[in-house]
């Protein structure tokens, strides 16, 4: 069931103890903390992150307007009935449905419909073809790949030269679609079936980019190219781009639907992950497989030393670590073995008075169950403890 979520504020997963105490193949992301900036359907990706472990955050990134209230879709949608396309392309199964039910409301939908019947109906994957089907329609075809740009070839194969083609778009213009038709001499008609735009509460998002720049997020879901873009947009805005894309670069992950919501990103050099199958369950299905193996397992004082996220695993047992010890952890964890001195760990907790590396390792100890994972080398500072033989030169 395709659904909009209806908060607007980020939402953290009430969940917190509870997948800090977890773990194992039924919750490999258990002591992550996953984003999620959809704008539709972002309750069931949330539900399916909870369900792998994570503590999820929801801030959509942009807003869906109302196919209803969309004017310019009413206008197209008369035209097309008026003038009857030779062949329509459908490009998503939710945006056809959708198409179609914004007439209904209309009372234009029976023409509509009426006047496709003229036409040659292609559908980009299966739920394109699904949803046209719903309709009392029939697809000519549908390409194996659910690729537009094997669409495309299919029509340039074609020849569309003096025929006017339907474009249904799906969320974003196509671009290098559209222009190649008219290139081919085809008389193109873009039809927006539901557009973008910047959500009503940016104050949500703004939280979010906060939070993801200060290394509270380890990994931002995108299931739309517009969702990527606004984040971005956002960002810049607020002045906050260069921290957003120095975190994206870094430790947060940017885990994508498919490789075309994945481009706003790429084009700002932002690494990104995708399934094989651009779907949410096998969006959440690789997540779980690559954000885990970002974090190696360090053997420290006869233990098993992982950190997950807002938590740490210690020989396969997530423990829960509070913001501040984290990040001394965290610093401490990118030179395992060597010393830091109190200078280096008070720069990582920023606005702090002098005590607050003594207080925050304290604190660490506790957490982690063990004081030896933590050294402290006297008139030095601190270290993690390596075991015997994984000490680098020089700090044994």
């Not at 029939?138 to 020849?159: C, F, N, Q, R």
Request: charge should be neutral.
């Amino acid at each position: 069931m395709n659904t909009l979520t209806r908060r607007q504020d980020p939402v953290t997963d009430s969940a917190q103890h509870s997948s800090a105490s977890q773990g194992g193949d039924n919750a490999p992301l258990a002591g992550f903390t996953v984003a999620v900036t959809a704008a539709r359907r972002a309750d069931e990706l949330a539900a399916l992150l909870r369900r792998r472990g994570a503590q999820v955050v929801v801030a959509p990134a942009l807003r869906i307007v109302p196919l209803s209230d969309d004017a310019q879709l009413m206008d197209v949608s008369e035209a097309l009935t008026r003038h009857p396309a030779d062949i329509v392309v459908a490009t998503t199964g939710i945006g056809f449905r959708g198409w179609v039910e914004a007439c209904e409301t209309w009372g234009t939908a029976e023409p509509l419909l009426n006047a496709m019947r003229s036409s040659r109906l292609l559908a980009r994957g299966p739920k394109a073809k699904g949803a046209i089907r719903a309709a009392g329609l029939t697809e000519e075809w549908s390409p194996p790949s659910e690729s537009s740009a094997e669409v495309l070839e299919y029509l340039l194969e074609a020849g569309v030269a003096g025929l006017r083609v339907a474009v249904q778009l799906h969320g974003e213009p196509l671009p290098d679609f559209c222009t190649a038709l008219r290139l081919a001499g085809a008389e193109v008609v873009e039809v927006p079936v539901y557009r973008w735009t910047a959500p009503e509460n940016v104050g949500a998002l703004d939280r979010l980019i906060d939070s993801v720049t200060g290394g509270g997020v380890d990994a931002v879901t995108f299931t739309s190219a517009p969702a990527a873009a606004g984040l971005l947009e956002r960002a810049h805005a607020t002045g906050s781009d260069e921290r957003l894309t120095a975190a994206l670069r870094g430790d947060v992950m940017a885990m994508c639907v498919g490789p075309v919501t994945a481009g706003p990103l790429t084009a700002h050099d932002i690494p990104t992950v995708w399934p094989a199958r651009a779907r949410i369950g096998a969006l959440v299905k690789r997540l779980a497989e690559e954000l885990p193996a970002t974090r190696p397992t360090l053997p420290v004082a006869g233990h098993r030393l992982r950190l997950l996220g807002h938590a740490v695993s210690v020989d396969d047992e997530p423990r829960a670590v509070s913001p501040a010890p984290m990040r001394v952890l965290r610093e401490l964890a990118r030179r395992p073995g060597r010393v830091l001195d109190r200078a280096e760990l008070l720069n990582c907790l920023g606005d702090a008075d002098g005590h607050a590396v003594e207080t925050a390792v304290a604190r660490l100890r506790a957490a982690l169950g063990d004081p030896k994972i933590i050294q402290t080398v006297v008139k030095r500072g601190y270290r993690l403890a390596l075991d015997p033989g994984h000490c680098p030169p020089g700090e044994a």
